[in-house]
């Protein structure tokens, strides 16, 4: 059974950075491609990037390019978001994903595997 177990969300003020990790266990990370979603109150759950297995390849979403990061450590079973210059609007639960895939994939419905999300909350 794979589980996924994000940490590293809480409170912080407009500007501010925070890094989420995601630890995988019952399987090795580096069989799955890894998605960080969020879904802040009222809101549809987004994708907001995916790193591939290898961690050669990796997707953002517009609205986060050029502040956030994903990265992995296979050694560690574990997936990162850095989260740079972080702004009111990106105040939501966090959510890392996992799917057997060769492609990173962007939809909710294409990941088999989520953890139970980290709130971030960023104050203005």
């Known amino acids: 059974q794979v589980q996924l177990a994000e940490s590293g969300g809480g409170l912080v003020q407009a500007g501010g950075s925070l890094r989420l990790s995601c630890v995988v266990s019952g399987s090795t990370s580096s069989s799955y491609i890894m998605g960080w979603f969020r879904q802040a109150p009222g809101k549809e759950r987004e994708f907001v990037g995916g790193i591939s297995r290898s961690g050669g390849s990796i997707s953002y979403a517009d609205s986060v390019k050029g502040r956030f990061t994903i990265s992995r450590d296979s050694a560690k079973n574990t997936v990162y978001l850095q989260m740079n210059s972080l702004r009111p609007e990106d105040t939501a639960v966090y959510y890392c994903?996992?799917?057997?895939?060769?492609?990173?994939?962007?939809?909710?419905?294409?990941?088999?595997?989520w953890g139970q999300g980290t709130q971030v909350t960023v104050s203005s």
């Open positions: 994903a996992a799917a057997a895939s060769p492609f990173v994939r962007s939809r909710t419905s294409e990941y088999r595997y």
